[in-house]
């Protein structure tokens, strides 16, 4: 095991339409795309697709959509560990206009704990939160191990808090900040409170805020990416997450500035494509994205 992932599993079904109908109407939409979802399932797609293949931690139905998610796995070469519910979990989503709409059909009651795994030669721990008890034990061991533990905050839920004493790096979403009334400053700062080494807050075409071991907040800029070449923003952030994680594998001794740089380049090639696994990009797609495309003028 280089890497494990834990998260929530989705299937994601993405669709462009102009209209949403209601009542007894119908339309016709111009294109779908069927793939993978969740935070962290998605950053483990992402770190299979560009040369390392983690292990993952996520929730599976003896149903068919659960069958089509580890056919799936399977071809990225991920091992799925299990962890049993009834229906598997569905994302409908709408994107349209830089933005997307979600509605969500999540099951996680969970029908047995979570298993116990070997952690041997794993390197790096990547959370979004979901699986709560699963999250923090693993957090927890990982801290002790002095394997990296990295944390995708999309949202504040019920451990947040405590799930962050355990954290290397946390990379969270404005999101969090409005949730918990905060600036994006203010929240590097909460980090910093929390002992994360490395701490950012992602603002979409406004870039990244971001600290590392100094402590020093830094501003990383998005890449300037022509509004009519945006085709699906979601699933982008996890892919960030993704790309971050690998580039930390593949060169541990590197800089997260330029770690972060690379995720940067792989959410650019992963906005001009719909739905999540037409998203994912190789390391070829993530360089030709950095060199097209200039860093947005501040």
């Known amino acids: 095991m280089e890497a494990l992932f834990i998260g929530q599993a989705y299937i994601d079904v993405t ?171 203010e929240m590097l700062e909460y980090l910093k409170s929390r002992g994360v080494r490395v701490g950012g807050v992602t603002m979409g075409e406004r870039g990244m805020v971001w600290y590392g071991e100094t402590g020093e907040t830094r501003h990383l800029p998005s890449l300037a990416i022509p509004g009519e070449m945006v085709v699906d923003t979601n699933g982008a952030g996890d892919i960030f997450h993704g790309a971050y994680v690998y580039a930390h594998l593949a060169n541990p001794g590197g800089s997260w500035a330029d770690h972060f740089a690379f995720a940067r380049g792989a959410s650019t090639h992963a906005i001009q494509r719909l739905g999540n696994e037409a998203s994912l990009p190789t390391r070829s797609d993530v360089e030709a994205a950095m060199t097209r495309f200039p860093e947005r003028a501040a």
């Not at 997307?100 to 939160?129: E, K, Q, S």
């Not at 191990?145 to 979403?173: C, K, M, P, Q, Y």
Request: proline share 5%; net charge negative; charged share 20%.
């Open 15 to 185: 669709f462009v339409t102009d209209h949403l109908p209601t009542g007894d109407e119908k339309t016709v939409a111009e294109d779908y795309a069927i793939s993978f979802g969740g935070n962290a399932v998605s950053a483990a797609f992402c770190c299979a697709k560009l040369g390392i293949a983690p292990d993952l931690l996520a929730t599976v139905a003896d149903d068919w959509l659960g069958r089509m998610f580890i056919d799936m796995a399977a071809r990225y070469g991920i091992s799925v560990h299990h962890r049993k519910v009834r229906e598997s979990s569905l994302s409908f989503i709408m994107p349209k206009g830089g933005k997307r709409a979600i509605v969500r059909c999540r099951d996680d009651d969970f029908l047995h704990p979570f298993p116990p795994l070997n952690l041997a030669g794993c390197r790096a721990l990547h959370l979004d939160g979901h699986q709560p008890d699963a999250a923090l034990h693993y957090a927890r061991t990982c801290r002790e191990a002095g394997i990296l533990t990295s944390l995708d905050g999309g949202g504040l839920r019920s451990n947040t808090h405590e799930l962050l004493g355990f954290i290397d790096v946390a990379v969270v979403a404005e999101r969090l900040c409005e949730q918990m009334s905060l600036s994006p400053h």
